[in-house]
T-cell receptor, first 113, second 114 residues
Framework: DVKVTQSSRYLVKRTGEKVFLECVQDMDHENMFWYRQDPGLGLRLIYFSYDVKMKEKGDIPEGYSVSREKKERFSLILESASTNQTSMYLCASSRQGFDGELFFGEGSRLTVL | AQSVTQPDIHITVSEGASLELRCNYS??????LFWYVQSPGQGLQLLLK??????LVQGIKGFEAEFKRSQSSFNLRKPSVHWSDAAEYFC????????????FGTGTRLLVSP
C-alpha cells in the first residue's frame, strides 16, 4: 500500500522554538509538498519540491523553510515558531508530470504556546 | 487569480438521500478539476478528476461530478449517501504558475443523519 508518513501526529511547542516536521514517502515520487490546513481557509501551499535539493515557494512560505536531501524525505522547518503557526500541516507527494493526484499523509497538528 | 469557491461550509444529509456538493472555480484557461475527501483524522484522498473529454466523470466510492464550463462549476454528486461518507470534501483546480499546483477550496463538511 502506498504511503506518506508524517513522523509526528501531534506536537506542542513554545514560541521561539525551532520545529522540524518530517515526511517520508515510499512511492519513489519526484514531487513533494507541504500544505497548511486551517478551518475556513482550506489548504494552502507552503513549499514544493520537484527533485532532491530543489524547492519552490508556495503561497505562504513566510516563516518556513524546507529541506530535501533524499528523494523520499521532505522536511518542513519553522526556524522560530510563533502562535500564528498553530495549525494542521499536511505533507503530500505526486509523480512527475501533472495528473493532479496527490497522496497525503495523515497530518501533523502543531500547537505553539 | 485562480480560485475555488465552495459555498456550503456544512451540509447535513439523511442516510440514503442524494447528495450534491457545489464547487465554482475561477481560472482563465481550461481547468483541471479535482475532488478530494478527508475522513476524520486522515489525510486527503482523491475522489475524481476532470482533465478533458466527457464532462461527467466517475470516481471512487460511487461519486460522480459534472463539469459545466458555462457555469464555471464542478459539482460533486452521489445518488445515495452512506454514513461512512461523513467527511470533509475539497474541490481543487490545477494551475500552472511555473510549476503545477493545486488550489483548494475551503471545504464542505458533510454530516450524515440516520
Amino acid at each position: 500500500d502506498v504511503k506518506v508518513t508524517q513522523s509526528s501526529r501531534y506536537l506542542v511547542k513554545r514560541t521561539g522554538e525551532k520545529v522540524f516536521l518530517e515526511c517520508v514517502q515510499d512511492m519513489d515520487h519526484e514531487n513533494m509538498f507541504w500544505y497548511r490546513q486551517d478551518p475556513g481557509l482550506g489548504l494552502r501551499l507552503i513549499y514544493f519540491s520537484y527533485d532532491v535539493k530543489m524547492k519552490e515557494k508556495g503561497d505562504i512560505p513566510e516563516g518556513y523553510s524546507v529541506s530535501r536531501e533524499k528523494k523520499e524525505r521532505f522536511s518542513l522547518i519553522l526556524e522560530s515558531a510563533s502562535t500564528n503557526q498553530t495549525s494542521m500541516y499536511l505533507c503530500a507527494s505526486s509523480r512527475q508530470g501533472f495528473d493532479g493526484e496527490l497522496f497525503f499523509g495523515e497530518g501533523s497538528r502543531l500547537t505553539v504556546l | 487569480a485562480q480560485s475555488v469557491t465552495q459555498p456550503d461550509i456544512h451540509i447535513t444529509v439523511s442516510e440514503g438521500a442524494s447528495l450534491e456538493l457545489r464547487c465554482n472555480y475561477s481560472y482563465g484557461a481550461t481547468p483541471y478539476l479535482f475532488w478530494y475527501v478527508q475522513s476524520p483524522g486522515q489525510g486527503l484522498q482523491l475522489l475524481l478528476k476532470y482533465f478533458s473529454g466527457d464532462t461527467l466523470v466517475q470516481g471512487i466510492k460511487g461519486f460522480e461530478a459534472e463539469f459545466k464550463r458555462s457555469q464555471s462549476s464542478f459539482n460533486l454528486r452521489k445518488p445515495s449517501v452512506h454514513w461512512s461518507d461523513a467527511a470533509e470534501y475539497f474541490c481543487a483546480v490545477g494551475v500552472n504558475t511555473g510549476f503545477q499546483k493545486l488550489v483548494f477550496g475551503t471545504g464542505t463538511r458533510l454530516l450524515v443523519s440516520p
